[in-house]
């Protein structure tokens, strides 16, 4: 028996906020998962996906206080 790790990846924010995550498959560029996650301590943490066959992107998302609370929820 065997023990499959999930790698994490570190991704790092210029600021503390939400972000939208897609995570695309490098070789046919299909959208595999979209989120929007908030950033702690400058960076966001995943894990599942390998680095070498999926790309990241994060865009800041600009709320106000009444979105954040929908958001959280």
Do not use: C
């Amino acid at each position: 028996m065997f023990s499959l790790s999930n790698p994490s990846i570190t991704l790092y924010t210029e600021t503390n906020g939400f972000y939208l995550l897609e995570i695309r498959h490098k070789t046919d560029h299909t959208l595999v998962f979209k989120d929007t996650l908030k950033s702690e301590n400058k960076k966001i943490v995943i894990k599942g996906f390998a680095q070498n066959r999926f790309a990241f992107t994060l865009q800041p998302i600009v709320t106000t206080n009444h979105w954040e609370k929908i958001l959280l929820s």
